[in-house]
C-alpha cells in the first residue's frame, strides 16, 4: 500500500465518519461542529488531489462561511436546549427512509459513472496554468458583482429566517 493510497483512506474515514456521526447526533450545535470537521476532510481531499485553489474555496466558503451561518442560524432560532428530532416518526421509519435515500443517491451515483464515457487513451492533456493572482484578479474584477450580491443575497435568507422563527416563537408563547 502507497502512501499516498493511505493517507486517501485516512481522509475518507476521518470525512465519513464525521458526517454519518454528525447525522447520529441528536445535539444540532455538536452536529453542525461535526460538519465543520467533514468539510474539512473534503478539502483535504482537493489537496490530496493537487487542487490547491478548491481547497482554498472550500474551507473559505463552507468551513468558513457557511458554518457560520449554520450556527447562527441555530443559535438565533433555537426554542428549546432539547434536540429537535421528530418524534411523531418512528426509528425504524426513519431508518427506511435513510436506507432509501441512500439506495437512491447510490443508485444515481451508478447510473452517473456507467452513462460517462471515459477517455480510452492513459495519456492526460496537459492542464492550463492558472495562478492563483490570476484568480484572485479575475474574482474581485469581472466578477466581483455577482459575488456581492450573492452575499447579500446569503444574509438577507439568514436575517429572514430569523425574523420568521421568532414570529412563529411568539405565536406558541402567546397560544400558550
Do not use: C
Not at 35 to 48: E, H, N
Not at 103 to 116: C, E, K, Q, R
Not at 140 to 157: F, K, N, P, R
Amino acid at each position: 500500500m502507497s502512501l499516498s493510497l493511505l493517507i486517501f483512506i485516512l481522509i475518507a474515514i476521518a470525512t465519513l465518519g464525521s458526517a454519518a456521526v454528525a447525522l447520529a447526533l441528536k445535539n444540532i450545535i455538536r452536529a453542525a461542529l461535526l460538519l465543520v470537521v467533514s468539510w474539512i476532510g473534503i478539502a483535504s481531499f482537493y489537496l490530496w488531489a493537487d487542487a490547491q485553489f478548491v481547497a482554498f474555496a472550500q474551507v473559505l466558503v463552507y468551513v468558513g462561511a457557511i458554518s457560520m451561518i449554520v450556527l447562527f442560524g441555530v443559535v438565533l432560532t433555537r426554542r428549546a436546549p432539547v434536540s429537535v428530532v421528530d418524534t411523531t416518526v418512528t426509528p425504524s421509519m426513519r431508518a427506511v427512509a435513510g436506507v432509501a435515500s441512500a439506495g437512491l443517491v447510490a443508485l444515481a451515483v451508478v447510473w452517473g459513472i456507467l452513462g460517462t464515457e471515459l477517455p480510452q487513451t492513459s495519456s492526460r492533456a496537459a492542464a492550463p496554468v492558472v495562478d492563483m493572482r490570476a484568480i484572485g484578479l479575475e474574482l474581485m474584477g469581472q466578477y466581483a458583482a455577482a459575488i456581492l450580491i450573492v452575499g447579500a443575497l446569503l444574509t438577507v435568507a439568514l436575517l429572514g429566517s430569523v425574523v420568521v422563527a421568532s414570529h412563529e416563537e411568539k405565536l406558541m408563547k402567546n397560544e400558550e
